[in-house]
């Protein structure tokens, strides 16, 4: 991993990782200054500062993602996690085939990871030298540390025992403040995050990757129309226009899967999901309900894009 990798989040100046306090030099703060962030003892590291927050603890809770932690161990979303996975292989194995890099040059960002389920499978995939887990949820970034010490990919445990897998580098932060080098990345996977066009593309090496995952026309209908009076469609490609000035659409899959659900993991998907707040009260409890006496079926579908940088 480049040393440069990492920017101080509050002069931009090159921050540093180290095994208990990671540093920026100050060489960009007028006051020549340097900014000490810890690493907290689960090995991640906080670098969302007090004003880039928009409320007291920022992004989903804790109940909201043991809810997903649940849900995804049992598999349900594997299909998606396996076609990402593959995506990534496939634009890495060709971009090695053709020389244009090596994996000791390859850097990943996995934004808005959650609790790290797709974190942990993208780690996996051969080709991929640092991938950095961020999250502005501190409760899902420490999930993602827990994660990644237990399977000996946290970026810690990778330095002491000079492996060569994969290391996994967990921090909050704020997608709209990426506190990573310009022109540093090699890809982004955003699965159903929030999509910050310019601030991926400031990231992103010249023909970097940018995979995207979103619900597809008839996600979860049987739910939606369960709980809502009016079901409003998903318009999973209505930020293409946004990104079309800095990338360019290479490839989109489909995908779906048919699930069964018994009311523990229903109560988890709505926990998971914005229904846990949208939908009202009486109408999720009778869902649950109809669960608990007989598993419900309906079926996830998911799109995904893969783009790629355009020139400068």
Same mark, same amino acid.
């Given at each position: 991993?480049?040393?440069?990798?990492?920017?101080?989040?509050?002069?931009?100046?090159?921050?540093?990782?180290?095994?208990?306090?990671?540093?920026?030099?100050?060489?960009?703060?007028?006051?020549?200054?340097?900014?000490?962030?810890?690493?907290?003892?689960?090995?991640?590291?906080?670098?969302?500062?007090?004003?880039?927050?928009?409320?007291?603890?920022?992004?989903?809770?804790?109940?909201?993602?043991?809810?997903?932690?649940?849900?995804?161990?049992? $598999?349900?979303?594997? +299909? #998606?996690?396996?076609?990402?996975?593959?995506? /990534?292989?496939?634009?890495? =194995?060709?971009?090695?085939? !053709?020389?244009?890099?090596?994996?000791?040059?390859?850097?990943?960002?996995?934004?808005?990871?959650?609790?790290?389920?797709?974190?942990?499978?993208?780690?996996?995939?051969?080709?991929?030298?640092?991938?950095?887990?961020?999250?502005?949820?501190?409760?899902?970034?420490?999930?993602?540390?827990?994660?990644?010490?237990?399977?000996?990919?946290?970026?810690?445990?990778?330095?002491?025992?000079?492996?060569?897998?994969?290391?996994?580098?967990?921090?909050?932060?704020? $997608?709209?403040?990426? +506190? #990573?080098?310009?022109?540093?990345?090699?890809? /982004?996977?955003?699965?159903? =995050?929030?999509?910050?066009? !310019?601030?991926?593309?400031?990231?992103?090496?010249?023909?970097?990757?940018?995979?995207?995952?979103?619900?597809?026309i008839g996600h979860l209908t049987?739910?939606?129309?369960?709980?809502?009076?009016?079901?409003?469609?998903?318009?999973?490609?209505?930020?293409?226009?946004?990104?079309?000035p800095l990338f360019e659409v290479?490839?989109?899959?489909?995908?779906?899967?048919?699930?069964?659900?018994?009311?523990?993991?229903?109560?988890?998907?709505?926990?998971?999901?914005?229904?846990?707040?949208?939908?009202?009260?009486?109408?999720?409890?009778?869902?649950?309900?109809?669960?608990?006496?007989?598993?419900?079926? !309906?079926?996830?579908?998911?799109?995904?894009?893969?783009?790629?940088?355009?020139?400068?």
């Amino acid at each position: 991993m480049l040393v440069s990798l990492f920017i101080c989040p509050i002069c931009q100046s090159p921050l540093f990782p180290a095994a208990d306090t990671w540093r920026c030099d100050g060489s960009l703060n007028p006051k020549n200054v340097s900014h000490p962030f810890d690493v907290a003892r689960q090995g991640y590291v906080n670098l969302l500062p007090v004003n880039q927050k928009k409320s007291k603890s920022p992004g989903d809770s804790s109940n909201s993602i043991l809810a997903r932690q649940r849900f995804l161990a049992n $598999a349900h979303y594997q +299909p #998606l996690r396996d076609l990402v996975c593959a995506q /990534i292989n496939a634009l890495l =194995s060709a971009k090695h085939s !053709t020389g244009q890099t090596d994996k000791s040059s390859v850097d990943w960002l996995d934004i808005g990871c959650g609790e790290g389920y797709y974190t942990g499978a993208i780690a996996q995939t051969k080709g991929i030298n640092s991938l950095i887990a961020a999250d502005i949820s501190k409760p899902a970034v420490i999930e993602v540390a827990k994660a990644s010490k237990a399977a000996k990919r946290l970026w810690l445990d990778i330095d002491k025992q000079d492996d060569n897998k994969e290391a996994i580098y967990p921090i909050v932060t704020s $997608a709209a403040h990426l +506190p #990573l080098s310009a022109n540093s990345l090699t890809g /982004i996977t955003s699965i159903f =995050s929030p999509i910050l066009p !310019t601030a991926f593309a400031d990231v992103l090496q010249e023909g970097g990757y940018l995979v995207i995952a979103k619900p597809d026309i008839g996600h979860l209908t049987s739910v939606r129309e369960a709980l809502f009076d009016e079901v409003r469609e998903h318009n999973s490609d209505k930020f293409l226009t946004e990104l079309a000035p800095l990338f360019e659409v290479l490839d989109t899959q489909r995908i779906s899967t048919e699930l069964t659900l018994p009311a523990a993991d229903l109560a988890d998907l709505l926990t998971m999901t914005p229904y846990a707040y949208r939908a009202q009260p009486e109408k999720r409890q009778a869902l649950l309900a109809k669960a608990a006496a007989a598993s419900f079926n !309906t079926e996830a579908k998911f799109v995904v894009y893969v783009l790629k940088k355009r020139p400068l």
